[in-house]
């Protein structure tokens, strides 16, 4: 009975809930460009209100670790992106990260930074959001988070307008979080224009990097790209 128990608990851990599972090319952060497989777990506990993956907080379907890595390495691609909806969420993540890297691919992961980062394998490049007023969800920063951040992570600000920009220059200024790790300042799409954010960085002279979502400029706002 006690066998059949904690077989049944480690074949659930070893199960993840998938929304989509697709190649394209990496669209963020300082791998952009790359090609890379992405795997899109199901489920977040937020709601920011820009979310370009809302599509992801519901249905998709339960695959084991062996499947995933199975579909991730058809595509041939040495780059893998996981993210969601939150990762972090569900606990077997964990363990696909590691066997992921354990087959030497060079995996990163995104999360919101609502969720603790610390057992995640240290080979992983871990892009961490830290959620502005503008998402709607900036009381779920973890700040504990930010000591565990290593150079091969990134740290992201996801802006939706100028008072997000002021709000993340000025925690900068407080604290320069470019000491731990690259700091990216993303803006939403459509929403704050990427021309006037650069100009805002330069005229305020940040170290960070200003990206633009790779992937809605070359196929739209769209799943599976
Ligand atoms: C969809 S989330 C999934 C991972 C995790 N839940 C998170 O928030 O980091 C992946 C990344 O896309 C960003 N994102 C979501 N919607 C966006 C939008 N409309 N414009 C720009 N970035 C967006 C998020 O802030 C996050 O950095
Ligand atoms: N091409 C592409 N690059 C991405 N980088 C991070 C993404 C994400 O949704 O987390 C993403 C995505 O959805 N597509
Ligand atoms: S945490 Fe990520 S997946 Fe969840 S709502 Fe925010 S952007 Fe979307
Ligand atoms: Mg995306």
């Given at each position: 009975?006690?066998?059949?128990?904690?077989?049944?608990?480690?074949?659930?851990t070893?199960?993840?809930?998938?929304?989509?599972?697709?190649?394209?090319?990496?669209g963020?952060?300082?791998?952009?460009?790359?090609?890379t497989?992405?795997v899109?777990?199901t489920?977040?506990?937020?709601?920011?209100g820009?979310?370009?993956?809302?599509?992801?907080?519901?249905?998709?379907?339960?695959?084991s670790?062996d499947?995933?890595?199975?579909?991730?390495?058809?595509?041939?691609?040495?780059?893998?992106?996981?993210?969601?909806?939150?990762?972090?969420?569900?606990?077997?993540v964990?363990?696909?990260?590691?066997?992921?890297?354990?087959?030497?691919?060079?995996?990163?992961l995104?999360t919101s930074?609502?969720?603790?980062?610390?057992?995640?394998?240290?080979?992983?490049?871990r892009?961490?959001?830290?959620?502005?007023?503008?998402?709607?969800?900036?009381?779920?920063?973890l700040?504990?988070?930010?000591?565990?951040?290593?150079?091969?992570d990134?740290l992201?600000?996801?802006l939706?307008?100028?008072?997000?920009?002021?709000?993340?220059?000025?925690l900068?200024?407080?604290?320069?979080l470019?000491?731990?790790?690259?700091?990216?300042f993303?803006?939403?799409?459509?929403?704050c224009?990427?021309?006037?954010?650069?100009?805002?960085?330069?005229?305020?002279?940040?170290?960070?990097?200003?990206?633009?979502?790779?992937?809605?400029?070359?196929?739209?706002?769209?799943?599976?790209?």
């Open positions: 009975m006690a066998f059949t128990l904690s077989h049944d608990l480690s074949s659930q070893e199960r993840l809930r998938i929304s989509e599972i697709f190649h394209s090319l990496q963020e952060t300082s791998r952009i460009g790359l090609p497989v992405f899109r777990l489920g977040c506990p937020l709601r920011c820009y979310c370009d993956s809302a599509y992801a907080f519901h249905g998709g379907r339960m695959m670790l499947a995933i890595i199975e579909q991730v390495q058809s595509f041939g691609a040495p780059y893998v992106c996981v993210t969601g909806g939150e990762p972090l969420a569900q606990r077997g964990l363990a696909l990260l590691t066997r992921l890297c354990d087959l030497g691919l060079s995996v990163s995104e930074g609502a969720l603790p980062i610390g057992e995640v394998d240290p080979r992983v490049s892009i961490v959001d830290i959620k502005t007023p503008g998402s709607g969800e900036v009381e779920r920063n700040w504990e988070n930010l000591p565990l951040l290593t150079p091969h990134e992201k600000f996801v939706v307008h100028r008072s997000d920009y002021e709000w993340a220059r000025d900068l200024r407080e604290y320069p470019e000491a731990l790790c690259p700091v990216v993303s803006p939403v799409w459509e929403s224009r990427p021309a006037e954010l650069a100009q805002w960085v330069l005229e305020d002279r940040l170290p960070v990097r200003v990206q633009v979502q790779l992937h809605k400029i070359l196929w739209g706002d769209r799943p599976g790209v």
